[in-house]
């Protein structure tokens, strides 16, 4: 509940940051305001829905039954989605602080919440890592040869980083655990 409360006050803060921050043909108009609300609040009605759906479950159901399972992996696809959209959005806000322009793409961030749904919370992580590891592979090489500030999209990044995140989860689960001496 206090991640949904948090995204719908993060709109006052995103609309100083958006508006104020950047080059001019950078900031956004009332338009896109109104689309980032929009958005969020889908989202966040989303997330009560399914976090309504999760609480009647883990009422209701019986210790070991399939509602009881299902419960439990509602439980875990609503941490995915806000660990999804709440990575993507707060790097957008924060890069956008720190580099006095638009940081990153919504779309990157409407994007990595279902992808968060589906992978579980650090399936988040090893898909954000994976993306950012090819992103850096790929994309450094690219901007020295065109010598010009030019954006790279993430988007393709998040799916390679998911698939990785999808062959190569439980693997990397079972090598952090070995480390970490579990």
């Not at 070991?64 to 696809?77: C, R, V």
């Not at 707060?90 to 990153?104: D, E, I, K, P, Y």
């Not at 090893?126 to 999209?153: D, E, M, N, W």
Request: hydrophobic share 55%; glycine share 12%.
């Amino acid at each position: 509940g206090g991640a949904l409360v948090a995204l719908l006050l993060s709109l006052p803060l995103a609309r100083v940051i958006y508006r104020n921050l950047g080059r001019e043909r950078e900031r956004w108009c009332d338009d896109d305001h109104r689309c980032l609300a929009i958005n969020v609040r889908f989202f966040a009605a989303c997330s009560a829905v399914h976090l309504t759906g999760w609480a009647v479950l883990a009422w209701l159901a019986q210790p070991d039954t399939p509602a009881h399972l299902a419960a439990i992996h509602l439980g875990w696809s609503l941490l995915g989605a806000q660990a999804g959209w709440w990575s993507l959005y707060g790097v957008g806000l924060l890069g956008s602080l720190a580099f006095r322009r638009n940081a990153m793409g919504f779309g990157d961030v409407k994007f990595l919440a279902p992808l968060g749904a589906l992978l579980g919370p650090l399936g988040v992580v090893y898909a954000f890592a994976a993306a950012a590891l090819v992103a850096t592979v790929v994309g450094v090489p690219r901007l020295l040869l065109r010598r010009s500030g030019s954006q790279i999209p993430f988007g393709p990044f998040l799916a390679v980083g998911a698939v990785a995140a999808v062959l190569g989860g439980a693997h990397a689960t079972a090598w952090l655990a070995t480390c970490l001496g579990h």
